[in-house]
């Protein structure tokens, strides 16, 4: 197997990890740590009418932690929302946030944390390295296993002027600790279980076979693209069984802290423009694209491709190199159909030609482009979309 042999690389993962079941109760003990006594939740109205916010408050309380709970956080989260929560966060001196829910409760309560201490627009702050003074500390607490927001330095927010959706990356707003309780998911309908844990697995994947891995988030991709192999298609069933939803959890984990390092790919560059204009969530739109950004980097990464498709339990015995990655599609494609999301875009949003030339110059400028295996052009994108449809 020819993996990258890269002779010098950085790997930094500050983030406490926390995981099992029920760990949730010991969110209130890991604030005393933190010397922290007044706290802001950041969450989605959902999650509270789920009720398992209260297994977080009553941790709270037990270790005497006064919090506020802002729970509007929507689907893609925006601008306006994060500076209202960032105000009440002032107004009330809370000195860390807490973001609980799926990737946009996480993202929502990074940047409010930013905005507590920096001025203007969160949008002001968007792209690497841009943030100026130190954000509040922030906890993250996942309920879907699918963004990996929980140890990331990324926060995508909703530009809802423009209707453009951005990343704020920096390791000033990368999560003190990441509390991954598996019960908390277990209540996720079947339709979101499938979509996020697709979104995982595109993490896993395009972080493997980028040009910007190494060695340790090379491991931890293979033992997300496993986990999620395994027990996706369980979790999917039957939500209730718990060592599918810990597999997933630590499948949806592994993939984060493999890609933190690396970026993603040509998917993931596809899921800003087309999660900002069409009503269709991050995961579908990865789900949808992967296999195709699979099919045009096959060249790029043969020898990767051959492994994923081992990993997800491919007999590629007597194939050739170019036969056995492209194997992986065909793995990737028949996970996706087996848990039940559409395979066309068409499937879900209405999108013309003129809609995808005009997304593909936004899709091209993404940072991720820039370790994709394979350097695309414009007409390259647009036929990646294409197939797509
Ligand atoms: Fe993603």
């Not at 009418?49 to 989260?77: A, F």
């Not at 704020?168 to 707003?173: A, C, P, R, T």
């Not at 896993?204 to 980028?210: G, N």
């Not at 051959?306 to 036969?323: F, Q, S, V």
Request: proline share 4%; net charge negative; aromatic share 4%.
């Amino acid at each position: 197997m020819n993996f990258n042999l890269i002779k010098s690389f950085k790997y930094e993962m500050p983030t406490k990890i926390i995981f099992g079941c029920g760990v949730v109760n010991q969110t209130g003990k890991e604030l005393e740590k933190l010397g922290v006594k007044k706290v802001m939740i950041v969450t989605d109205r959902g999650f509270i009418e789920s009720g398992l916010v209260c297994r977080l408050e009553n941790s709270l309380k037990c270790s005497k932690i006064e919090y506020v709970t802002y729970n509007k956080v929507q689907p893609n989260s925006g601008d306006k929302l994060v500076k209202e929560a960032a105000n009440i966060a002032k107004d009330e001196n809370c000195e860390l946030t807490i973001g609980i829910g799926g990737g946009s409760s996480m993202d929502t309560a990074k940047a409010v944390a930013v905005m507590v201490t920096n001025t203007g627009n969160i949008m002001d702050y968007a792209g690497m390295d841009k943030i100026k003074n130190k954000p509040l500390p922030n906890i993250a607490i996942p309920t879907t296993a699918g963004t990996g927001s929980e140890v990331t330095i990324w926060a995508v927010i909703t530009d809802h002027e423009k209707n453009y959706k951005t990343g704020i990356g920096s390791f000033m707003i990368i999560p003190k600790v990441a509390i991954c309780d598996p019960e908390l998911t277990i209540s996720l309908p079947t339709h979101i279980t499938a979509a996020t844990g697709m979104d995982a697995l595109t993490h896993a994947i395009e972080s493997y076979v980028c040009t910007a891995t190494q060695p340790i988030s090379e491991a931890l991709s293979e033992k997300a693209i496993t986990l999620i192999g395994e027990y996706l298609r369980i979790a999917v069933a039957n939500g209730k069984n718990i060592d599918a939803r810990e597999g997933m959890l630590m499948g949806s984990l592994t993939a984060a802290l493999a890609f933190n390092e690396t970026r993603l790919g040509i998917a993931h560059s596809w899921a800003s423009p087309l999660g900002a204009h069409f009503p269709i969530s991050h995961g579908l739109v990865n789900s949808i694209l992967l296999p195709n950004v699979m099919e045009y980097n096959l060249i790029g990464n043969p020898e990767k491709f051959a492994r994923i498709a081992l990993l997800m339990g491919e007999n590629i015995e007597g194939l050739n190199l170019m036969d056995s990655a492209r194997k992986s599609v065909k793995a990737v494609r028949d996970l996706s159909t087996d848990i039940g999301l559409p395979q066309r875009l068409k499937d879900v949003i209405d999108i013309s030609e003129e809609d995808i030339r005009k997304m593909a110059n936004e899709a091209l400028q993404s940072g991720n482009n820039l370790v994709n295996p394979r350097k695309p052009t414009l007409e390259d994108m647009i036929e990646i979309c294409r197939n797509s449809m």
